[in-house]
């Protein structure tokens, strides 16, 4: 039994390393790399930061130099105003923004409500 097996796996060994021998003449089939693709651009916003769900460009708890730049909603908790749902409603579908569970209409992340509310 054993000698039978290990004749059949010489076997394969065997068509395989002819298979080889004969297939391709050598060529490396690796693919031409530039494949790294960042996970989720291509929208008109640019990068997404999943982390917070909103958009990079407007997340300053990636990037706290951004709040120097960007307009800022003093009226919702100092939130980029270009994510201040409360105030642009049509911001949620445009960005794909990751909304507050609670249903304060803010942005998840950026919900000054929750800072505010210790039950939370
Ligand atoms: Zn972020
Ligand atoms: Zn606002
Ligand atoms: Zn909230």
């Known amino acids: 039994m054993g000698r039978f097996l290990s004749a059949a796996a010489i076997g394969m060994m065997v068509a395989a390393t002819a298979f ?4 391709c ?3 490396p089939s690796s693919p031409p790399g530039a494949a790294e693709t960042a996970s989720v651009a291509g929208e008109d916003y640019g ?3 999943k982390e917070h769900g909103v958009p990079e460009k407007f997340c300053t708890l990636c990037h706290e ?3 120097e ?3 800022l909603c003093k009226e919702h908790g100092d939130i980029p105003e270009d994510i ?4 642009h409603p049509e911001v949620e579908a445009k960005y794909d923004l990751v909304m507050c569970p609670e249903g304060h209409g803010l942005p998840e992340h950026f919900c000054n409500q929750c800072e505010a ?3 939370a």
């Not at 080889?20 to 297939?23: K, R, V």
């Not at 201040?84 to 105030?87: A, D, K, V």
């Open 20 to 23: 080889l021998g004969t297939g």
């Open 117 to 119: 509310d210790p039950a």
């Open 47 to 49: 990068l997404y930061c």
């Open 65 to 67: 130099e951004l709040k």
């Open 69 to 71: 730049s960007l307009l």
């Open 84 to 87: 201040c749902t409360l105030c």
């Open 25 to 27: 003449g050598g060529q």
